[in-house]
């Protein structure tokens, strides 16, 4: 079994570059997440989808977008990639209260 | 505005003995709580789970507890291993709301 999986692992991008960042579950979720965990902050909530088409906004969504045209899918998108972008972003995803998460993508912005 | 709190960064227990990780939350919606296990380069996996309704939820070594007057939870791990040498995250979520919100994370370090 999959489960999540995100491409890609580790990205270094400029500032101002943008880049997408892929998840993909394999396990019929309606549930899709984007995380990031930064040093003593814990796990933050990026943006969310309930279902196919569907997105909404998280807990620190500005400089971030996302798109959920496949229910198996959710695509995080850096449009102007910022320093304080730099993170690991992890996706999850859930049918219950319980969510799965990805192995992590580790983000540098220079 | 931190609604979960995760106030000891750090925990070093000694291998065998038990290992105690305490999480408060400040929002009174909350009715589901989870606790999961996050190694280096890897995503954080569930561990153990609670619902309002329960004080305390028992998985072979790990028991969560929980004081829903004291808005706090605690995960015991006993005896402990030096494979639950982690990060140990608390979360919570409204059910129905599919959200979950997580503390900061304790690391915890077993020490043989």
């Known amino acids: 079994n999959a489960g999540v999986t995100q491409t890609p692992k580790f990205r270094v991008l400029k500032t101002g570059q943008s880049m997408t960042l892929l998840c993909a579950q394999d396990m019929n979720h309606e549930y899709m997440y984007w995380y990031r965990q930064d040093p003593g902050m814990g796990l933050r909530l990026i943006h969310y989808?309930?279902?196919?088409?569907?997105?909404a906004k998280g807990e620190v969504p500005d400089g971030y977008n996302v798109s959920r045209l496949k229910k198996q899918n959710f695509l995080l998108g850096l449009e102007s990639a910022a320093p304080s972008q730099t993170s690991v972003y992890f996706c999850a995803s859930s049918q219950g209260a319980v969510a799965f998460f990805g192995q992590g993508t580790r983000l540098t912005v220079v | 505005d931190q609604q979960v709190k995760q106030n000891s960064p750090s925990l070093s227990v000694q291998e065998g003995r038990i290992s105690i990780l305490n999480c408060d939350y400040t929002?009174?919606?909350?009715?589901?709580f989870l606790w999961y296990k996050k190694y280096p380069a890897e995503g954080p996996t569930f561990l153990i789970s609670i619902s309002s309704i329960k004080d305390k939820n028992e998985d072979g070594r790990f028991t969560v507890f929980l004081n829903k007057s004291a808005k706090h939870l605690s995960l015991h791990i006993v005896p402990s291993q030096p494979g639950d040498s982690a990060v140990y995250f608390c979360a919570a979520s409204v059910q129905g709301a599919q959200k979950l919100v997580f503390g900061q994370g304790t690391r915890l370090t077993i020490n043989p």
């Open positions: 929002n009174s919606m909350f009715d589901y």
């Open positions: 989808s309930v279902g196919e088409g569907t997105t």
